[in-house]
């Protein structure tokens, strides 16, 4: 298994060009599903996440190509996906896969919409909260769909077809709010989502499904309504920049002190975090060029923060902020409150000398002066990244194991950071 060895100390200095939203990706992945045309999707990143849905959804007999790079293109550009759904072969996502990458459960939406059937397993477990899909389910049954759970598969049958409804969702979700907007684009009359997740990313796949021919309005806002059309056409959908890739660099920046010029972030996707960050003692300007993230000299300030849903600070962000308030000069206090289990990263960046109290669901982290190199290790993608960050920070040699993580969902992490000057190097094997 690879690892990442990482010598800290060094200031960050440059530019690093932020990729394609893993989190967009995925679901217009899965929106692809939605018509026999071919759906095309420009600015994808290349992430072990992206081969791993590309491999899932030619199970159910989608064909996707990579387009080959254009003339032009730079070394970091996001890569063209071309979509085939034209024949759906097989409606059963099996627990093999869907236990391997919990959003492919995602596929239950359009699969309904177009076949009238769905088997999809239930996720499982999970390293950052018991993530269940009852919300989901809710979703679909408020779209007139039978729902059977049996053998640890979610049977759902819409033999005659979705029918628009009034879906109220008690908690603010992400997937089930992906999992409604897909299912009533294609059902018959209109539906309203009622506390809807507002994230950018929502707003990513309506804006694509409605260029499909689709018709949401209020993707954004906690009320979306779709009107359901009989069938959506091909289209062509350039995927939004990564705010949480563009979050976790700025942070990366904070903590080493450095300028870095994050090129094509957009600030609008992630205020919250950026204010924490000027809070910090960060500089952070915007360009048309995207966002530049300056600290020179002067020490970390401690903050508290509380994770929430879009607009608020987000949970994606949240053991990367962890990181950079290990050294900050006081005390600072983080609340989790979307996963119930996301401190993992609490206990390995304990080993790079930073004082963390976990009580309950809130953090308190006692800025210390240094940070130590050590061997660390995390079971979740944005808490190895933390680990990175706190490395790039630390004195001496850090080695990162189960690198798998960060391929999930930073494309070229080491190159992006090797190139502002950061001693970070992976090793094979
Ligand atoms: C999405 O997960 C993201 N994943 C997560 O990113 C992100 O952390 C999360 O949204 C919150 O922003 C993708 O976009 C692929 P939710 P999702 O449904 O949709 C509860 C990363 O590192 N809930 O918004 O699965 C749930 O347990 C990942 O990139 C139910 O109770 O998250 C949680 O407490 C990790 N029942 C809360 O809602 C349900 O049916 C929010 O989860 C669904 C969710």
């Not at 959804?57 to 032009?72: C, E, F, P, Q, S």
């Not at 009107?227 to 959908?237: E, I, T």
């Not at 953090?363 to 190895?384: F, Q």
């Amino acid at each position: 298994m690879d690892r990442i060895r990482i010598v800290g100390g060094n200031t960050l200095n440059g530019s690093i060009p932020i990729s394609g939203a893993k989190n967009a990706a995925l679901p217009l992945m899965i929106a692809g599903l939605l018509t026999d045309e071919k759906l095309v999707l420009e600015n994808v990143p290349r992430l072990a996440d992206v081969s791993l849905l590309q491999r899932i959804l030619g199970n159910h007999g989608i064909d996707i190509t990579v387009a080959g790079k254009r003339r032009g293109d730079d070394a970091y550009a996001g890569q063209t996906l071309e979509i085939d759904a034209r024949v759906i072969v097989d409606t059963t996502a099996p627990y093999e896969l869907v236990s391997k990458m919990r959003a492919s459960f995602w596929v239950i939406g359009p699969l309904l919409a177009r076949m009238g059937e769905a088997k999809v397993s239930l996720p499982g477990g999970c390293a950052i909260g018991t993530r269940p899909v009852d919300l989901h389910i809710a979703a679909l049954e408020a779209l007139g769909t039978e729902i059977e759970i049996d053998g640890g598969y979610v049977l759902a049958r819409a033999p005659k077809g979705l029918k628009g409804g009034r879906i109220v969702f008690p908690k603010v979700t992400v997937g089930a709010t992906h999992t409604a907007l897909m299912a009533a684009s294609l059902a018959d009359g209109e539906t309203t989502i009622e506390n809807a997740a507002c994230e950018p990313e929502i707003v990513d796949v309506a804006d694509c499904i409605n260029a499909m021919g689709g018709r949401i309005e209020g993707a954004g806002t906690p009320t979306i309504r779709i009107v359901g059309v009989p069938r959506l056409r091909g289209a062509r959908h350039s995927v939004l920049p990564d705010r949480i890739e563009t979050g976790t660099y700025a942070m990366a920046v904070a903590m080493t002190g450095g300028d870095v010029l994050l090129s094509g972030a957009r600030a609008d996707l992630l205020d919250s975090a950026l204010d924490t960050l000027r809070e910090a003692g960060a500089e952070i300007t915007v360009s048309n060029e995207g966002l530049r993230v300056r600290r020179n000299g002067a020490g970390l300030a401690p903050v508290e923060v509380t994770t929430a849903p879009f607009p608020g600070f987000p949970t994606d962000l949240q053991a990367q902020l962890m990181a950079l308030t290990t050294m900050a000069s006081g005390t600072s206090r983080i609340t989790e409150t979307i996963f119930e289990n996301r401190f993992m990263h609490v206990q390995e960046l304990a080993r790079l000398g930073a004082h963390i109290q976990l009580d309950g669901e809130t953090a308190t982290i006692e800025g210390v002066e240094r940070l130590k190199g050590a061997p660390v290790m995390a079971t979740d993608l944005r808490a190895s990244v933390s680990l990175v960050i706190g490395a790039l920070a630390a004195e001496g040699e850090s080695m990162i194991h189960r690198v798998y993580h960060l391929d999930r969902g930073f494309e070229r992490l080491e190159e992006k950071l090797s190139a502002c000057g950061a001693e970070i190097e992976r090793i094979a094997g």
